[in-house]
């Protein structure tokens, strides 16, 4: 019995897809990722296998967040999109990354608050998902879902929650 | 000598109960005191001289060795399939299989098929005001569409039916729109009487070379004659007439409107706005006139200890079906492929031979204007192993599939809901929501949340919020690049 890595539903033998929780349980045959965006299936084969070996490259990091109150730094790789936000108890959706540990609550963090994607090499924007207390960059208060360019050592601040993002593992 | 497989529409190593029922059904139609076209009396003729050969034995066999190895001519048709494994796993409890199967039109075809379509409008007191004038502006707009050898006809309906127009050829209709206009909004919904009326005109002037279909545009639940109008639906499909139903606003019942076109391979949609009405009008409209074929019919069987837990059509027009033989497809367009999934409950004791043949039977269809169907025998043997597949299934079928787990999602959610399961249907809703935003669908993902909250707070979901979970997940499924999801994604109230 397949057990779902993210849910622990057991699904029946043959099921692609979790029951309980839609995760993808199988590679499939041109991807081999567990992440259910499909998009990129699409792509012909040759495509991909082109795309596939440099695999090295997802797993470096593309970005560390740098916490200007504690000092932590979170590096960001493997994927190209995470959400910043906090956990709770019945959470919603869980964020990427929960800043519950660097005092989220007390600063005003929503629990599910922003959105860091990278767009290319060197592009990297921000999103503000409709934070109660707003995203804030270089002091402005962002538009929400609208994304903003941003460039290596900007500060950025989830309600009063300030950091600062460091370009690739810099 | 004709092929007189190819006559009956059967293939060469059909039983003697299939070429019996292929006889009768043509005889049925084909019978000089019921035929209609010039050329099929004789062709009658010819049915019964085949049928007095293959339904003996003996001269069966005779014919058999002489006729001539079958020969390969391109089909204008092509079936795919595609399985989620290539074996059967020999274990002690229940497994799942999938199998996508694809239907698409590989001849070249211009034509563009003529109509033969019937409105059914409810003017129930709730269309009252705005509702009613866009529907009609909808309408009048949409006449402008027709072909002048077009044939069509308006119902409008309450707890009674009246045809504002009956069928007639398009260049022959006069006055239609003014009394388009003259409708009045009154009485209740009874979605009977208007999709009875409106059956009756496609009926009159049923052609087989035409698209005959009902469309019904309504906005409220009917009251009490929603078995009436599932057997009316039946009743429509064996006489190859579809039905597809729009949606207007929130307080219809969806689920009752998608088993209702389901019954005849008919889709339903979901309208939230007056530009909604005209765009899912001419998309259906377009489709129409692209049909290669209207009713394709998959008829099979399946042994003890199999079970179709899950049929859904992902194209053209996404839709789940039913899980009985016959399912009725749909329309296949020249353009565009069928292509329908289907889940497999396999039980431990189906699986005691070396292999197990899932399914058997045939998907049929007869292009528009022709009279000889085209069928295609089916049968999905699958060796069992104790071994597991080791290959991966193929990403057309991993694609359709994460984009139908979205749409199960949502059901399931509001299964939980409906049964009072507030903490399971709120946790499915939140999985949802995240593979929503994960798929950058954020306002519909913003939808499924509301509706959580509004679950945990008030302990049910809004029909509306519902209503566009439902269709803008459905849409995910079908659409093949973010503009088209986008475009289907209602706004949030």
Redesign the interface.
């Known amino acids: 019995?397949p057990l779902c890595p993210n849910?622990q539903h057991h699904n029946?033998?043959?099921?692609?897809?979790c029951q309980?929780?839609?995760l993808?349980l199988?590679?499939?045959?041109?991807?081999v990722t567990q992440?259910?965006?499909?998009?990129q299936?699409?792509n012909s084969?040759a495509e991909l296998q082109q795309v596939a070996p440099p695999q090295r490259i997802v797993t470096t990091t593309w970005l560390t967040l740098h916490l200007l109150d504690t000092g932590h730094l979170l590096p960001l790789a493997e994927r190209s999109e995470f959400?910043l936000g906090r956990v709770t108890e019945?959470?919603?959706?869980?964020p990427d990354i929960d800043l519950t540990p660097y005092q989220a609550h007390a600063h005003g963090v929503s629990r599910l608050h922003a959105l860091l994607r990278r767009k290319s090499e060197n592009v990297v924007v921000i999103m503000d998902?409709?934070s109660s207390n707003g995203t804030y960059l270089k002091g402005q208060r962002l538009e929400p879902?609208r994304e903003y360019p941003l460039a290596h050592g900007d500060v950025i601040a989830l309600g009063k929650l300030k950091i600062q993002v460091l370009f690739r593992g810099r | 000598m004709p092929d007189y497989y190819e006559l009956l529409g059967v293939p060469r190593d059909a039983t003697p109960e299939e070429i019996r029922k292929a006889y009768i059904a043509l005889v049925r139609r084909l019978h000089p005191d019921r035929n209609r076209y010039p050329g099929e009396t004789e062709l009658f003729l010819d049915v019964q001289q085949a049928y007095e050969v293959l339904s003996d034995p003996k001269r069966r066999a005779e014919y058999d060795a002489q006729l001539p190895p079958p020969v390969q001519a391109p089909s204008p048709v092509n079936l795919s399939t595609y399985f989620?494994?290539n074996t059967l796993?020999k274990?002690s409890?229940?497994?799942?299989?999938?199998v996508l199967l694809e239907l698409g039109v590989t001849a070249e075809s211009q034509s563009r098929a003529l109509l033969n379509v019937a409105l059914a409008i409810d003017r129930s007191t709730s269309m009252q005001g705005e509702k009613l004038e866009t529907v009609k502006k909808a309408i009048t707009d949409w006449m402008d569409a027709l072909n002048a050898e077009d044939l069509y006809s308006i119902v409008a309906f309450s707890d009674r039916a009246e045809v504002i127009q009956p069928s007639t050829l398009y260049r022959h209709a006069q006055r239609t729109r003014s009394r388009i206009y003259a409708m009045q909004a009154s009485g209740g919904t009874e979605i009977y009487q208007g999709l009875r009326a409106a059956y009756e005109e496609v009926l009159r002037s049923y052609a087989p070379e035409r698209l005959n279909h009902v469309i019904l545009l309504t906005d409220g639940h009917t009251y009490g004659d929603e078995q009436a109008c599932l057997e009316l639906a039946e009743e429509a499909a064996e006489k190859g007439i579809l039905i597809s139903a729009l949606g207007l606003g929130s307080d219809w019942n969806d689920s009752f409107l998608d088993r209702l076109a389901s019954r005849t391979g008919g889709s339903a949609h979901f309208a939230a706005s007056a530009e909604d009405i005209v765009r899912l009008l001419n998309h259906l409209f377009q489709q129409f006139r692209q049909t290669y074929a209207e009713d394709t019919l998959f008829e099979f069987q399946i042994p003890e200890g199999v079970e179709i837990s899950y049929v859904f059509r992902l194209h053209p027009e996404t839709l789940p079906l039913a899980t009985q033989s016959p399912l009725r497809l749909g329309p296949l367009l020249s353009q565009e492929p069928l292509v329908w999934l289907m889940e497999f409950?396999?039980a431990p004791q189906a699986l005691r031979k070396e292999h197990l043949d899932v399914l058997q039977g045939k998907v049929s269809l007869t292009p528009l204007g022709s009279h000889a169907p085209l069928s295609f025998p089916l049968r999905l043997r699958f060796p069992v192993s104790s071994e597991p597949d080791p290959?991966?299934?193929?990403?057309i079928?991993?694609?359709a599939?994460?984009?139908l787990?979205?749409y199960?999602?949502q059901e399931q959610a509001q299964q939980q809901a409906q049964s009072g399961n507030y903490a399971r249907a709120?946790r499915?809703l939140?999985?949802?929501?995240?593979?929503l935003?994960?798929?950058g669908e954020?306002s519909l993902?913003?939808t499924v949340?509301l509706e959580?909250?509004r679950l945990?707070r008030e302990g049910k979901l809004s029909e509306e919020g519902k209503k566009i979970v439902k269709y803008g997940t459905r849409a995910l499924v079908t659409s093949n690049d973010?503009e088209k999801g986008r475009e289907k994604d209602a706004p949030v109230s």
Request: charged residues 20%; positive net charge; glycine residues 4%.
């Open positions: 019995m849910c029946p033998v043959g099921a692609l897809f309980e929780c839609g993808q199988v590679a499939s045959e041109a991807t992440n259910i965006r499909t998009d299936i699409r084969v959400t019945n959470q919603p959706i869980l998902l409709g879902h | 989620s494994r796993l274990i409890e229940t497994q799942l299989l999938y409950r396999i290959s991966p299934p193929p990403a079928l991993v694609k599939l994460s984009r787990t979205l199960r999602l709120t499915t939140h999985y949802l929501a995240s593979h935003i994960g798929q954020r993902a913003r949340l959580a909250e945990q973010r």
